[in-house]
């Protein structure tokens, strides 16, 4: 127990004044109606006047008997019920903002995190994992910490009920107290069976999430091939195995405080009949007692069942601890400070790398020099290296040995997020986000310029279209760009990347996807654009490199010809002429 009361303590010291406010509120509520309650005695009972010592000194402060002290009583217990009402509001107003204040930092910590670990070890990730470290393990620390710190606040206020209750009785007090005892041992043994189930919710969310998003991002699939029936078997099997552990975690919650209320009325009918067998001296005590109690047995109630619902919670901080941990070991390496421009030339010098727990390198001995302005097209047979060769020029890997160099500079020493500002990157599936066409062309740049975006998208080969929309450039594209056709989502993307007017224009596999009228099109777009920075293309179809100035052979990671098209296309037993061979090029 100690441990994740310890971590939710961790939790609330994030936001301490927000975190002390709600106990402490909960605490004072619960004083401020006790009192008020033990003020109605005389009220209840007029021969307390004969008897001023019954209520101890919680009466001490009401004036002398007689009509002025009942209207005294009376006002009292209007005023600090006010209070403590007011005391409650304030408490649950603190902890429903500490409860949202910590979703957001465990949600924006996390983002951080994991955008800024180093790639390799982030494509290790399992997307259920993100999404749900993203989405639900924030949700269910702020909860767990609004529980934990909610029942932390209901055991103040027992203490004060208990407190006022012993000042009126001391021996229906301790009677109280083991009826509370009895109760806090229930959930000592029904928590340890509860556990099991609610450490176990927390890994198949995971599994839910990355099946679902397997299974409706795959779903043409799934439907055009007759698979919809195996589909809704595999993912109806997680959402009941998820159903299944749910219900047993709160079954023994909501067991426990079914049996706790039972007690109760039990409690409630023992005392009343100890009090009635002994005659009606002391009975307005007696029955405030009683109201003192009905106070008190929610607040114990609600100690319990939040304590258990805390500790459900926990297993979703432990997770989210973890993977933040990890992504922090793994964080990507800390950047330099010189500003790369490429003014000059791109360079890899003697380039090799490795991914991590892989034994043969995936790029050794690269040795390529890219002037300023040219257009390059790195070609050759899958699994050559093209990707990763891309990746090395955005920096999201560093090589093993060697260097890139943008003018002379390795990227190791630059200011890695100003050069990624410097280049506009157009992928095989480039993400398109469900809004306007203008808000995707400018998606992430701090102005948002129509002319610029009309010049961009004229450049792109893209302004006929967009201008024949329904509503132009203000036209929503649906999600993933649904509503729109491959070739249309790509020339946007290559828009948008033009829109930053980059230095460098990366281009990975942007056709591989398309038809051929739509490879046409994005073809025209990229002549187009030819001179006016400095362009990268990886490409697995050739009829889409023609035009560059310069086509680089990658194959089994190491550059085996490099020269213009006319020349490489030329060479019988070359490389890149196999390759045109393979895919039926004149």
Same mark, same amino acid.
């Given at each position: ?111 951080? @995190? ?169 009975? @307005? ?302």
């Amino acid at each position: 127990m100690i441990k994740w009361w310890l971590d939710y303590l961790r939790l609330a010291a994030w936001f301490p004044a927000l975190a002390t406010a709600g106990v402490a509120f909960s605490g004072a509520a619960a004083l401020l109606e006790g009192v008020g309650l033990a003020a109605l005695i005389p009220a209840l009972d007029a021969s307390l006047a004969a008897r001023p010592q019954v209520g101890g000194f919680l009466l001490n402060w009401l004036p002398a008997a007689g009509p002025g002290r009942v209207a005294a009583a009376l006002s009292a217990f209007v005023v600090l019920a006010i209070l403590a009402s007011m005391s409650r509001f304030l408490a649950e107003l603190a902890l429903l903002r500490l409860r949202t204040s910590i979703e957001y930092r465990a949600r924006e910590t996390m983002s951080r @995190a994991l955008m800024n670990m180093a790639w390799p070890d982030f494509l290790a990730l399992r997307l259920g994992d993100i999404s749900k470290a993203q989405v639900m393990e924030g949700l269910q620390m702020g909860s767990g910490t609004h529980l934990f710190l909610q029942a932390l606040g209901a055991l103040l206020a027992a203490v004060a009920y208990a407190l006022i209750a012993f000042a009126m009785s001391p021996e229906m007090t301790l009677y109280t107290l083991a009826f509370g005892a009895i109760g806090v041992g229930l959930y000592a043994i029904v928590g340890r069976w509860a556990r099991r189930h609610a450490d176990a919710l927390s890994g198949i969310v995971s599994s839910i999430g990355e099946r679902v998003s397997d299974i409706f991002f795959g779903l043409k699939f799934i439907r055009a091939t007759g698979l919809v029936a195996e589909a809704t078997r595999q993912a109806s099997m997680l959402y009941d195995t998820w159903r299944r552990s749910y219900f047993m975690s709160q079954l023994y919650a909501l067991g426990t405080r079914h049996v706790f209320e039972m007690m109760g009325l039990l409690f409630i009918a023992s005392f009343l009949g100890i009090v009635l067998t002994r005659g009606t001296d002391g009975a @307005a005590t007696a029955l405030v007692f009683l109201a003192v109690f009905y106070r008190l047995a929610p607040r114990l109630l609600t100690v319990q069942d939040s304590l258990f619902q805390a500790r459900t919670c926990h297993s979703w901080f432990v997770t989210w601890e973890a993977r933040r941990e990890l992504a922090e070991t793994k964080r990507d390496a800390v950047a330099g400070t010189h500003l790369a421009a490429l003014r000059a030339q791109l360079t890899f010098d003697e380039v090799s790398f490795r991914y991590p727990g892989v034994e043969a390198p995936t790029l050794e001995g690269i040795d390529l020099s890219i002037p300023a302005g040219q257009a390059v097209a790195i070609v050759g047979p899958s699994g050559s290296g093209k990707s990763t060769l891309v990746d090395l020029v955005t920096g999201l890997l560093m090589p093993t040995s060697g260097a890139v160099t943008v003018d002379g500079i390795p990227l190791a020493a630059s200011d890695l997020a100003g050069w990624r500002r410097s280049i506009g990157l157009v992928m095989q599936d480039t993400p398109i986000i469900h809004a306007t066409v203008l808000e995707n062309i400018v998606w992430g740049e701090a102005t948002v310029d129509l002319d610029r975006a009309k010049e961009a998208a004229a450049m792109a080969n893209a302004l006929e279209f967009i201008e024949r929309l329904p509503q132009g450039f203000e036209t929503v594209v649906g999600e993933r760009g649904g509503r729109l056709s491959g070739g249309q989502r790509q020339r946007i993307a290559l828009a948008r990347a033009l829109y930053r007017r980059p230095a460098l224009l990366l281009l990975d596999e942007p056709t591989s996807a398309l038809d051929s009228e739509s490879e046409a099109a994005v073809q025209i777009a990229l002549e187009r654009i030819k001179g006016r920075c400095t362009m990268l293309l990886v490409a697995h179809r050739l009829k889409s490199v023609q035009f560059a100035d310069r086509i680089v052979v990658l194959e089994a990671g190491q550059v085996v010809e490099d020269g213009d098209w006319e020349t490489l296309s030329r060479r019988p037993d070359g490389t890149l002429a196999r390759l045109i061979r393979a895919q039926r090029l004149d």
